[in-house]
């Protein structure tokens, strides 16, 4: 299969997972302005649409059309939980609407400087004493910053085996040389959570420190604050690679970078309200 094969196949396996979210393929281009019968090639691989299309398509769906053309699970997992119906609810609102173009749009920061797939590391409220890692990914679509990030918690009893996956899907807004996020879980669909980063370049390595804040809907999570340190991975969407790494580690795993340790001290200044 060659690259415009290979792309052509990405798009229409992404276009495919989209429409059965949506029910009626004929809905779907009635909605779009496009004709079913060409609608189907674009389906099935066969044609990709012309760039005015590809537009309408990324536009009706709330996504770019970078967006579109990314590895199928990646794409899935980026999607999952109905999180773009969130954003295209939120961005429906005159309120949040005045704050986007202020903060976001308005800020026109460089997207190189953040946008890629973090390492991200916290003392655990799940597992005392022990160091998260999960996987943080920044990216833009049109002109929003978004991210997601994914965690993944070993059982107690058997730690090959994973007991909890929660997912987080939210906005990023970079002002005046600070990081600031906000986000919402996506399996449970019970938990917010706000962070705001400092960026920091340790000789060749590129992080992120912060503080991240989360209240959740049940008692059995309660809100807490404390510190959090991104180290920067390279470039593009979360994949196999980066969630085989996603675990529960102690402070001496030597996979953790010193730099991040020393940010995130003992984990005794976590903050917790019970």
Known sequence: MDYNEGRAADFAANLRFLCEQRGSITTVCKKIG??????????????????QNMRLIANFFGLSVAIMFSDPVEFQTLVEGNFFNIVDSLRKSPELQKFMDAAIIGAKSDDTDVVGIYDRYQYSSI?????????????????????????RFPSYDSPNKIDYVFKYHGFVF????????????????????????APVQRSAKKFMFGIASGIS???????????????????????????????????????IPREALQFLGNGTDMIQIS
């Not at 597992?127 to 965690?151: A, T």
């Not at 309660?222 to 402070?251: C, D, M, N, W």
């Open 127 to 151: 597992y005392k004493g022990s160091i998260l890692r999960s996987s943080f990914c920044i990216y833009k679509n049109n002109d929003f910053y978004q991210h997601y990030y994914i965690e």
């Open 174 to 197: 970079s002002i005046a040389g600070r990081v600031f996020t906000v986000d919402f879980e996506g399996v449970q669909k019970n938990e917010m959570t706000f962070g705001v980063f």
């Open 34 to 51: 496009l004709n079913r019968q060409q609608f189907n090639k674009y389906l099935s691989g066969l044609h990709l649409p012309s760039p």
């Open 217 to 255: 809907a049940t008692m059995f999570r309660q809100p807490f604050s404390t510190k959090v340190a991104l180290h920067y991975r390279g470039p593009g969407l979360i994949g196999r690679g980066e969630l085989a790494k996603l675990t529960v580690l102690s402070p001496q795993d030597t996979s």
